[in-house]
């Protein structure tokens, strides 16, 4: 994975650099961070594809 750090804006994109196994897994992620008391806090969230089958209910 290559990820790229914008310190100004809090945000980082990560894209991978091998071949997806899964040919439906996400290439490239976008996210936001923040730093505060010694920790690293990170956010990315993924939209599930419309091709992928529905999840089944319990």
Do not use: I, N, Q, Y
Request: include cysteine; charge should be positive.
């Amino acid at each position: 994975m290559f990820v790229t750090v914008d310190p100004c804006d809090a945000t980082f994109h990560g894209r991978l650099l091998e071949p997806r196994v899964e040919k439906t897994a996400p290439a490239r992620f976008d996210g936001r961070f923040v730093v505060g008391a010694g920790l690293v806090l990170t956010a990315v969230a993924v939209v599930r594809s419309r091709t992928l089958p529905a999840v089944p209910e319990r």
